[in-house]
C-alpha cells in the first residue's frame, strides 16, 4: 500500500490562523487525507482534538490563544506518541529547540514546500508504524487494522462490509458515548432510506463478529454505546 493510499485512511488536524495559507494549504491536504480538521487558533484546535479522530497533527507555531508549540505540549500529556509537525514563517533556533523536545516528527518553515509536506507525511506514516498507531485494540484479544479495515481477532482475520466498517470506526470514534440510531443513519448509511430494523440488524451483524455482547451495549431507546 502506497502513500496515498494509506493517507486516504486517516485524519489530520492542520491549525494555522492566516486564513488565505491555510485555505491553500487545506486545499493540498484534502488531496492526500480523508477527513482535513481545520482550526484558525490553539483553542479551537484543542476542540476539534477532543472531539474527533485524529492521526496527524499539523501545527502552526505561532497562533492566537494557544499557540502550535503549546498546544503539541499539552496533547503530548495524553498522546505521547502521535505524529507532529510544527511549521513557522520564522527560522528561530530557540522554536526548533522547543519541537525538537516535543520530538515533532518534522518542523518546517513557510513558505510550504510540496516535495517537504510529502516528506513530512512519509515521515509521519513510519512513525504510527512504529508506534503501532494504525491498529485500535478494542479489547484484549480483538483490534482493528485501520488501514486494512478488517478485525484482527487471535490469530484470525476477519474482513467487514462497508457499512460494517463505518459502524465500527463510528463506535471507535464516539468510544464510551452514546451512538444514537439517528447518527448511525446519517454517518453509516447517509441518509438513505432504511427500514427501521435495519440498524439493529448491522449492531446484531457487527456483534456477532465481535463474539462479545458486552462490547457494543444497548442503551434502551436511545442506541448504543462502545462500552469498553
Known amino acids: 500500500m502506497n502513500l496515498k493510499q494509506i493517507l486516504k485512511n486517516l485524519n489530520v488536524l492542520y491549525a494555522e490562523d492566516d486564513e488565505v495559507i491555510r485555505t491553500n494549504t487545506t486545499k493540498t491536504l484534502e ?87 510529502i516528506s513530512s507525511f512519509e515521515s509521519c506514516i513510519d512513525t504510527l ?39 465500527l470506526e463510528l463506535f471507535i470514534k464516539e468510544k464510551s458515548k452514546l451512538v444514537s440510531k439517528e447518527m448511525i443513519i446519517d454517518e453509516v448509511f447517509e441518509n438513505e432510506d432504511v427500514e427501521p430494523n435495519t440498524v439493529r440488524n448491522l449492531v446484531y451483524r457487527l456483534r456477532k463478529i465481535i463474539d462479545n455482547d458486552k462490547v457494543i451495549a444497548s442503551v434502551k431507546d436511545f442506541g448504543y454505546m462502545l462500552a469498553v
Not at 129 to 144: C, D
Open 31 to 117: 488531496i492526500f487525507f480523508k477527513n482535513v480538521f481545520t482550526a484558525s487558533d490553539g483553542v479551537e484546535a484543542l476542540e476539534i482534538y477532543n472531539n474527533e479522530t485524529v492521526h496527524i497533527l499539523f501545527l502552526d507555531y505561532v497562533m492566537p490563544c494557544i499557540d502550535g508549540y503549546a498546544l503539541a505540549k499539552e496533547i503530548r500529556q495524553s498522546n505521547p506518541n502521535i505524529p507532529i509537525i510544527i511549521c513557522s514563517g520564522f527560522s528561530d533556533k530557540e522554536k526548533l529547540h522547543n519541537a525538537i523536545e516535543l520530538g515533532v516528527v518534522r518542523y518546517i518553515e513557510k513558505p510550504l514546500k510540496y516535495d517537504e509536506l
Open 129 to 167: 508504524k512504529r508506534e503501532n498507531l494504525l491498529k485500535i485494540k478494542i479489547t484484549s484479544t480483538l483490534i482493528y487494522d485501520y488501514i486494512n479495515k478488517v478485525i484482527e481477532k487471535n490469530d484470525e482475520i476477519i474482513t467487514l462490509s462497508k457499512k460494517e466498517i463505518k459502524l
